[in-house]
């Protein structure tokens, strides 16, 4: 049985990134920086011209406690905004079948989107939301959902502009009863989602192996409107 969490938790940032907690464990730091090859010949070689300046710059520590490897809390990071608003997941004592999907905001909050769904009255208590896996600049996220009998949905959710409330959620269900998971997100809402017989329960990590999906949708759940990939 899960223990009770809280709604919102407190992170840093650092340069507009994400997921830096004071318990921190790892530190990535990732930048992009242009790179020029020098001209070959003879004679005095020619300067290299100035780089551009990267167009962005992010510092990310991840959540965990390395004293203990097999039991430390972490994060995981799977995409982000040119805001610094960041998706991923929370992964307690390194439990897979614990985690809950997270935003972090810039502000230094990490709001749980599986108990703001829930409070909101989007998805059932029990059903679960382990993982956040795109967004978009106004705050469009997929989410594979789990009900419960293990069969994975794809969620929309559309955040209000502050990133702490339920703006809209719709859930994309296989119309043959398999399991369906968000491979992909464009900048204008079009998600791309995979449908298998996964099979599994919501604390199996096997139920989420979608490596060779069946059948592939474009669904945009702002227009309303499914195409399946022949």
Avoid at 30 to 59: E, L, M, N
Avoid at 105 to 122: C, F, H, N, Q, R
Avoid at 200 to 209: C, F, K, N, R
Wanted: glycine share 12%; with cysteine.
């Amino acid at each position: 049985m899960m223990k009770r969490r809280p709604l919102f938790q407190n992170c840093r940032t650092h340069f507009g990134a994400v997921l830096t907690t004071t318990a921190a464990a790892f530190l990535l730091l990732g930048s992009i920086t242009p790179s020029f090859a020098k001209k070959g010949g003879g004679g005095k070689p020619t300067p290299d011209p100035d780089p551009d300046p990267a167009p962005f710059s992010y510092r990310v520590t991840w959540i965990g406690d390395e004293t203990e490897e097999n039991n430390r809390n972490y994060f995981r990071l799977y995409d982000v905004t040119s805001d610094g608003v960041a998706v991923g997941l929370f992964y307690p004592s390194n439990l897979w079948g614990d985690a809950y999907a997270v935003i972090c905001l810039p502000g230094g909050e990490v709001v749980d989107l599986e108990t703001l769904l829930i409070a909101a009255g989007k998805i059932a208590p029990g059903w679960r939301v382990r993982e956040a896996t795109r967004i978009t600049n106004d705050l469009l996220i997929t989410l594979p959902v789990w009900d419960l009998n293990g069969i994975v949905h794809t969620g929309a959710l559309k955040l209000n502009p502050d990133g702490r409330a339920v703006k809209s959620f719709a859930l994309f269900s296989d119309p043959d009863g398999e399991s369906a998971v968000p491979r992909d997100l464009s900048g204008d809402g079009e998600i791309l989602i995979g449908a298998s017989d996964i099979g599994g329960t919501p604390g199996d990590a096997g139920a989420y192996q979608t490596g060779n999906p069946a059948t592939m949708y474009v669904w945009n759940p702002i227009a309303g409107t499914t195409v399946q990939i022949p």
